[in-house]
T-cell receptor
């Protein structure tokens, strides 16, 4: 079974802190994604990556950056956390490009910025 | 931009009843997928239906797709309390990049 793990289930940070959210998948998937999920807004794509060292902006990249130094790991970085970044963050991966691939999700990180 | 819109936003039924959730989308698609999310957890893939398919079954799940109306429905038959979750449709918006666009979801409560 594909396993996608996220470094923390719950995280509390202060405004202005630099925050790292880590995601690791163990099935050699090429594509990895970061979403945030907010009530009434569904899942919104922040960034995604097709391969090591490659990244593309999603729908809401402002205030975030990403890093993919190894194929299995995709990190989301909040350079200076703000209260409006309080949210549930979900990481997902999928095998290669192509329209028929299901995405496998991690358990999520609920981030609170005070 | 929001591609999939689910209807209803919330649904409450008794165990044993059927639950139907609908999804509408705006652009052409290659396929449409349905996911489930238990409270506070990640999403789990349920079923994928291709644009040239009209109906697909998986256990107690039945998915239909009407590309002329740009809509899909998910039917859960003989619901169980364990089916309580949020259900999301997702489309590729005609892209082959692997990106998906998710709707806002339908929250289903199945009462024992």
């Amino acid at each position: 079974d594909v396993k996608v793990t996220q470094s923390s289930r719950y995280l509390v940070k202060r405004t202005g802190e630099k925050v790292f959210l880590e995601c690791v998948q163990d099935m050699d998937h090429e594509n990895m994604f970061w979403y945030r999920q907010d009530p009434g807004l569904g899942l919104r794509l922040i960034y995604f990556s097709y391969d090591v060292k490659m990244k593309e902006k999603g729908d809401i990249p402002e205030g975030y950056s990403v890093s993919r130094e190894k194929k299995e790991r995709f990190s989301l970085i909040l350079e200076s956390a703000s209260t409006n970044q309080t949210s549930m963050y979900l990481c997902a991966s999928t095998l290669g490009q192509g329209a028929r691939n299901e995405q496998f999700f991690g358990p999520g990180t609920r981030l609170t910025v005070l | 931009s929001q591609q999939g819109e689910e209807d209803p936003q919330a649904l409450s039924i008794q165990e044993g009843e059927n639950a139907t959730m609908n999804c509408s989308y705006k652009t052409s698609i290659n396929n449409l997928q349905w996911y489930r999310q238990n409270s506070g957890r990640g999403l789990v893939h349920l079923i994928l239906i291709r644009s040239n398919e009209r109906e697909k079954h998986s256990g107690r799940l039945r998915v239909t797709l009407d590309t002329s109306k740009k809509s899909s429905s998910l039917l859960i038959t003989a619901s169980r309390a364990a089916d309580t979750a949020s259900y999301f449709c997702a489309t590729d918006a005609g892209s082959n990049t692997g990106k998906l666009i998710f709707g806002q979801g339908t929250t289903l409560q199945v009462k024992p």
